[in-house]
């Protein structure tokens, strides 16, 4: 009886994964309780340009973060004698039009754009997540009201309603967060509702159901996890639609303000002098694409590493 | 007193195509440590019957429309969510047809057995993981303190059905639901998960009802059996009255299906025609259309319902067929014009 079993268990093993060789397939069988994030790991790390993306995101990350404190000099310090420079032995970026030094200008302002990244997706996140997989398990009338408040937040037009709060509240990075925040929960909420939807129908919803769990213990450790995949590959895709966001309103002048600076705010100033200084546009828009680039590649490989099924080829 | 008693259960769900009657009146009772077998075709309302125990129809568009289901002294059908939480997992458990999706594939298997198991008890993590091993071994998982950490895709669809098997009983409720445990598994592993299911009854003095269509698991391990069709009992009573001394053409049509019994080398024997259509009133006997047997009128009115004929064995005796006559004697089913209308409408 044991033989079926374990026959079975080489049979499912070696069905889905054709193309692994006889010694890597091995390999997995001796691995003690290897969970799915452990399998979609291992995908990840074959994909080179992910682990690359992987590893430059990361080393910009300690770049704008460790890096202003190993550069001599203050990002609002100004030298109005010095003006624009070129790069140079002093200052590796150049300076700005009023003589600041551009190195930790760039550093500071990544730090700024990854932390609205960052903190925006969380929130949106936290947000989106919870809410769709509440309407999509509650489902019936409770999801038709919610999702109906999702396509009316859906239909207001971005830059206007961030103008509107502008007027209302001021101008500050936070309503910022708020208003971006507000914007980028309702993809995720609409994913996490539909992934939700597929799975309360599987018989591990209704086992769950028929064990006496409550609706809460269900959502959130029956389902929830179980739509991590496609979240985690949105979220790394929302960090740089929501840092664009974030340099759209920066280069509006309605985002980040003055002295403060953010990847959007540098650019914005950069392209301002962009025929005369142009290394004031060259080395934030390099690290701002670079970025974006990173956490794109990211978030393909991703895909392809948490739903094999997605992958191309 | 019966440790289930269900009275006029009947559960209807409400399409945009009509009214579906998929269970229309069902009683029954269950004593402590006994098997009832419920017995029936595809969309005969069998599951049905056992989600609306569960209270686990999905409302809308289901809905229980009446009846009640006393177990142990509260009714199933009109307990309060929180009471039903209560009762759900720790008296009563079920286990599903598909052992691929009904275990959730992010969890590992001791997390999902000591779940059910810490919530309803007041037990520590380590003594709940000694009790998910011990409930391991106990349906024949080998190395079952190793495996015990593993991921439900490292196993294999017996030995997950084994973890369902070992997860619904680890909290040793009075009453065990099985919704066809066996048909999505390998004939060789059917055998095994029936003599597990067996075995833990007996140790546990569990009370089960089994939802089946294999009248061969019936015969072997049922006390009672309920053939159930087009959302009624057409027959119930013990296994060997049902099975030696059946009465209802449909319960009779049913034996007759079984490979085994049949001679070798001719085609397979299959009731003619389908299933009736549960969303349309139905008139007179359900199985009328389809009935092999020599008739003397055509049934009408009110469908029959169960009659008493002997010491608990009743049956739905629509009175207009002669179902005493040997099954041999059946009627190819061109003979019966209205019965090829039927059928041909069906097909």
């Not at chain 1, 790991?41 to 992910?50: I, M, T």
């Not at chain 1, 309407?135 to 396509?151: C, E, H, I, N, S």
């Not at chain 1, 309503?175 to 980028?184: D, K, N, Q």
Request: hydrophobic share 45%; net charge negative; with cysteine.
């Amino acid at each position: 009886m044991t033989d079926h079993s374990e026959t079975a268990v080489l049979g499912n093993e070696a069905a889905p994964l054709p193309k692994h060789s006889a010694s890597e397939i091995a390999e997995e069988e001796l691995v003690e309780g290897s969970s799915l994030w452990k399998d979609a790991w291992s995908r990840l790390k074959k994909n080179k340009l992910a682990v690359a993306s992987l590893v430059i995101f990361l080393l910009i990350c300690v770049f704008c973060v460790v890096g202003p404190f190993l550069v001599p000099y203050n990002s609002q310090e100004q030298d109005l004698f010095l003006g624009a420079t070129g790069p140079s032995a002093e200052h590796w970026f150049g300076t700005d039009t009023l003589g600041r030094d551009l190195l930790v200008r760039t550093m500071e302002g990544g730090r700024i754009s990854l932390m609205v990244g960052l903190v925006a997706t969380v929130v949106s996140l936290l947000i989106g997540v919870i809410y769709g997989a509440t309407a999509g398990y509650l489902g019936g009338k409770v999801d038709a009201t919610m999702m109906r408040f999702v396509d009316l937040l859906y239909a207001l037009p971005f830059t206007i309603f961030v103008i509107l709060l502008m007027v209302a509240f001021g101008r500050s990075m936070w309503l910022m967060f708020v208003a971006i925040g507000c914007v980028e929960w309702l993809s995720m909420a609409r994913i996490v509702r539909s992934g939700v939807l597929g799975l309360k129908k599987q018989e591990f919803v209704e086992a769950a159901v028929s064990l006496g769990y409550s609706h809460k213990r269900i959502i959130l450790r029956h389902l929830i996890p179980n739509v991590l995949g496609p979240v985690i590959v949105i979220a790394t895709l929302t960090v740089p639609a929501v840092m664009l966001l974030e340099a759209f309103l920066s280069f509006l002048g309605l985002g980040v303000q003055p002295p403060n600076a953010s990847w959007g705010v540098l650019i914005n100033e950069g392209q301002q002098n962009m025929e005369i200084f142009p290394w004031l546009l060259m080395f934030p828009a390099f690290f701002f694409a670079l970025t974006l680039f990173c956490l794109n590649f990211l978030g393909d490989g991703l895909r392809d590493a948490l739903d094999p099924k997605s992958a191309k080829d | 007193m019966a440790l289930l008693e269900v009275k006029d259960l009947r559960t209807s769900f409400y399409t945009r195509d009509g009214i579906v009657r998929a269970v229309d009146g069902v009683s029954f009772s269950l004593d402590k440590g006994e098997t009832l077998g419920i017995v029936g075709e595809s969309g005969s309302g069998k599951s049905v019957t056992c989600y609306s125990l569960m209270r686990l129809i999905p409302e809308p568009p289901g809905r229980i429309d009446g009846g009640t289901a006393m177990f142990d002294g509260q009714d199933l059908l009109t307990m309060s969510k929180k009471e039903l939480r209560k009762i759900r997992g720790r008296r009563i458990s079920m286990i599903f047809q598909d052992p691929m999706t009904s275990l959730n594939p992010f969890l590992r298997i001791s997390t999902q057995l000591i779940e059910s198991l810490r919530l309803h008890y007041d037990v520590d993590k380590k003594t709940a993981i000694n009790k998910a091993i011990a409930a391991l071994e106990e349906v024949g998982i080998p190395e079952a303190a190793k495996r015990v950490h593993n991921y439900p895709h490292e196993f294999s669809g017996g030995m997950r059905q084994r973890v369902m098997i070992a997860m619904a009983l680890i909290t040793e409720p009075d009453l065990l639901i099985a919704d066809e445990p066996t048909t999505a598994l390998d004939v060789t592993v059917q055998a095994q998960i029936m003599d597990i299911i067996k075995k833990r009854q007996e140790d546990l003095g569990t009370a089960v009802i089994l939802i089946t269509h294999d009248l061969g698991v019936v015969a072997g391990t049922c006390d009672k059996v309920n053939v159930m069709y087009g959302g009624r009992m057409m027959e119930s009573g013990t296994a060997e009255q049902v099975f030696y001394e059946a009465k209802h053409p449909y319960t009779r049509s049913l034996q007759k299906t079984i490979p085994s019994l049949q001679t070798k080398g001719e085609e397979l024997y299959t009731i003619p025609g389908l299933p009736p259509d549960v969303s349309k009133p139905i008139h007179g006997c359900a199985f009328y259309p389809r009935c092999p047997y020599p008739k003397t009128g055509k049934p009408e009115g009110d469908r029959p319902s169960l009659v008493e004929m002997a010491d608990g064995h009743c049956y739905a005796d629509c009175g207009f067929c002669d179902s005493s006559a040997p099954i041999e004697t059946v009627l190819p089913k061109s003979d019966s014009p209205d019965e090829v209308e039927q059928a041909g409408a069906a097909e």
